[in-house]
């Protein structure tokens, strides 16, 4: 009989033993959860190629705002955030920037939703702007997480004693969206965007102006003086082009000045529309016959003309022109002690350009 009630007693103590020495093993192994913050995670949806590193250089601004950096390790002396993905949406929107920023739970269910628009063409700006907006999502989610209570009442999780583990509810996505409030739209910076100007060499084509189709080299450049107002420059020189009567030939030089609007800008795509004013110069290069008036004659005119502009990659525009013009003062080439005309200039004459064009333009 003692040697049963021992035996029953040493089996007591070592089953509460191995119940005490596994129980401290499971609370050792097991993290307390919010002791460690996760990274929060940034990431591009769509965009991320209209803006030369903007990816590395939005991280950089958050990170010197918050003064710690939220998406590598977890944030000093801060529970797990609320706020855990943020989304992010970059396009082009008339002649500056649109970007949107969705902030997600750790549960994936959208907390809320941040737009802004910015006239600028530079997107450092609108940038800087979704860094203040993303830090200050951060730093929020942080301070709720700090201060929450515990919560005891009817929507706390429900726990089953049987398997001694809690149970979560079902979250519910909540969006703080309001469908009928207008996106933030962010001012440009007091300091004025880089120039913008473009240095283009051409291969042109008159019509009109020689007695044939005159292919020539035209050089040219832009720089835009207002938002979506360029100052405009322009040459052309074709070196020779016979007449009907192959004893004669005449060249051309050309100089227009004036003034181009960008209507609009698409992606990698952009329309000007130009009015220039210029001067010319026929000369006659070749003559067989004489006498014959040799005089350079200048003339003058106005014209109208659209340029469109394809931007490959940054720095580089590939652009076809063309424009039609009316000279002042039409060129006449005649045999001078006679009547006969040689060549007179056409009432109105065209160019056409295809060329290549070195830009400052932001991306």
């Not at 003086?225 to 009907?244: C, F, Q, Y």
């Amino acid at each position: 009989m003692k040697t049963s009630r021992y035996g029953e007693g040493l089996f007591r103590i070592v089953r509460w033993t191995t119940a005490a020495f596994a129980a401290a093993i499971l609370a050792t192994a097991s993290p307390v959860a919010g002791q460690e913050a996760s990274p929060h995670q940034l990431r591009w949806e769509r965009g991320g190629e209209l803006c030369r590193e903007g990816e590395p250089r939005l991280r950089r601004y958050v990170v010197t705002r918050l003064g710690f950096d939220p998406f590598g390790a977890g944030p000093p002396k801060a529970g797990a955030s609320n706020v855990r993905t943020i989304l992010v949406d970059l396009s082009v929107q008339g002649g500056g920037y649109r970007l949107t920023l969705v902030f997600h739970d750790d549960a994936g269910n959208v907390r809320s939703t941040r737009t802004l628009e910015s006239a600028s063409r530079d997107c450092r700006v609108v940038l800087e702007a979704a860094s203040l907006a993303v830090a200050l999502g951060i730093q929020s989610s942080l301070e709720q997480t700090a201060r929450r209570p515990i919560d005891t009442g009817p929507d706390a999780p429900a726990i089953d004693r049987d398997a001694e583990t809690i149970v979560p509810p079902t979250p519910t996505p909540i969006s703080t969206t309001n469908p009928t409030r207008r996106p933030v739209v962010v001012p440009s910076p007091p300091l004025p965007p880089p120039l913008a100007a473009r240095l283009e060499v051409a291969f042109g084509v008159a019509a009109g102006t020689l007695p044939r189709l005159a292919p020539g080299l035209a050089i040219g450049g832009l720089i835009e003086i207002r938002k979506g107002i360029w100052a405009s420059a322009r040459m052309l020189h074709v070196p020779g082009v016979l007449a009907d009567d192959s004893r004669f030939a005449m060249s051309l030089s050309t100089a227009r000045f004036g003034v181009c609007l960008d209507p609009w800008r698409v992606r990698r795509f952009d329309l000007l529309s130009c009015a220039h004013a210029g001067v010319g110069l026929i000369s006659t290069v070749v003559s067989e016959l004489t006498p014959v008036d040799r005089t350079p004659a200048f003339f003058g005119g106005g014209g109208l003309g659209q340029w469109i502009y394809y931007r490959p990659t940054r720095g580089l525009a590939l652009f076809a022109g063309q424009e039609v013009t009316l000279p002042f003062d039409r060129y006449r080439l005649f045999v001078e002690g006679s009547d006969r005309t040689v060549f007179t200039v056409a009432p109105i004459t065209a160019y056409t350009f295809f060329g290549i064009a070195l830009t400052t333009d932001p991306q």
